[in-house]
C-alpha cells in the first residue's frame, strides 16, 4: 500500500473502533440533534453531512456546516442552555444565506440579482426537550423565521418556524430520530411540512445514520440545486462525538 494512504487508514480505524475512546449513548439525553441539549465545553461532534459542533462553553454550543460551506452557503447556529436535567430548555438562533447561484450566472450583475440570487434565512426561539425514561427524549421548538432573497418573492418574508421530534435509543448503541418541521408566514399559504426519519448506529467513535426526508422540497427554496418538486430523498451520514 502506498505510504502516503496509511495515515488515513489509521486514522478511520482510531476514529471509528477505538476502543475507550468513546461510549455508547447511555441515556437519550445525550443526543443533541434537534434537542435543547448541548455538547460540553470543549467537546466537538462532526460528520460528512451532518454540522460541526463544539462546545465553547458548558451550556452553549455553536454549530456550522462544511458541506453547505463548499456549496457558498454559510451557516452559523448557537444554542444556549437554560435549564438542564431531564426537563432541558435552550434558546437557539442562526443564519444560512446561499451564494451559489450568484456566482454560477453568467453574465449577470450583482446589481440585478441582488434582491433573488442570495436566498437566505434566519431564526430565533426556544427548544424544550423532555426525558421521559432513559431510552426516550420528546423535543419541541419553535420561534420567529426570516426569509430573504427568493427568486419567488421580491420583499422579505416573516413568520414562525415550529419543530417536533423524538429520539428513541434501543440497547444503548441504536438510534432512531424522528422529526417534522415547518413555517407559517405572514400573508403566505400554509406549506407542507417536511420531516424525517433517521436510523443510526454507533460504532465506536462513528455513528452511521441512514434514513429518509419527507415533504416538498420544491425549486424556489433551492434554486441552485432543482428545477421540479422532490418529495422524498434518502439521507446518509457518518459522524464523529468527541
Excluded at 442562526?94 to 454560477?104: A, E, I, K, N
Aim: with cysteine; charged share 20%.
Amino acid at each position: 500500500m502506498n505510504a502516503r494512504v496509511w495515515p488515513s487508514v489509521i486514522l478511520v480505524v482510531v476514529l471509528c473502533c477505538a476502543p475507550g475512546l468513546a461510549q455508547a449513548w447511555e441515556s437519550a439525553k445525550e443526543v443533541v440533534h434537534g434537542s435543547a441539549r448541548v455538547l460540553e465545553k470543549g467537546e466537538t461532534m462532526v460528520g460528512i453531512l451532518s454540522p460541526l459542533g463544539y462546545g465553547v462553553h458548558e451550556r452553549v454550543t455553536v454549530f456550522t456546516h462544511p458541506a453547505l460551506l463548499l456549496l457558498l452557503t454559510p451557516s452559523i447556529w448557537a444554542r444556549l442552555a437554560i435549564l438542564e436535567g431531564k426537563a432541558g430548555l435552550s434558546l437557539e438562533g442562526g443564519y444560512q444565506q446561499s451564494w451559489l447561484y450568484l456566482v454560477t450566472q453568467e453574465g449577470s450583475s450583482a446589481g440585478e440579482d441582488s434582491k433573488t440570487s442570495a436566498p437566505g434565512y434566519a431564526q430565533m426561539g426556544l427548544v424544550y426537550s423532555q426525558l421521559f425514561t432513559d431510552t426516550i427524549q420528546l423535543n419541541v421548538a419553535g420561534g420567529y423565521l426570516g426569509e430573504f432573497g427568493r427568486e419567488d418573492r421580491e420583499d422579505r418574508f416573516t413568520g414562525l418556524y415550529w419543530r417536533l421530534g423524538a429520539h428513541f435509543l434501543f440497547k444503548e448503541v441504536n438510534l432512531l430520530l424522528a422529526e417534522v418541521r415547518g413555517k407559517v408566514l405572514a400573508g403566505e399559504d400554509l406549506e407542507v411540512p417536511t420531516g424525517s426519519l433517521i436510523f443510526a448506529r454507533q460504532l465506536g467513535r462513528a455513528r452511521l445514520g441512514f434514513g429518509a426526508c419527507f415533504g416538498r422540497f420544491g425549486p424556489e427554496q433551492f434554486p441552485e440545486v432543482l428545477d421540479k418538486p422532490l418529495y422524498v430523498y434518502p439521507w446518509v451520514d457518518v459522524w464523529w462525538r468527541f
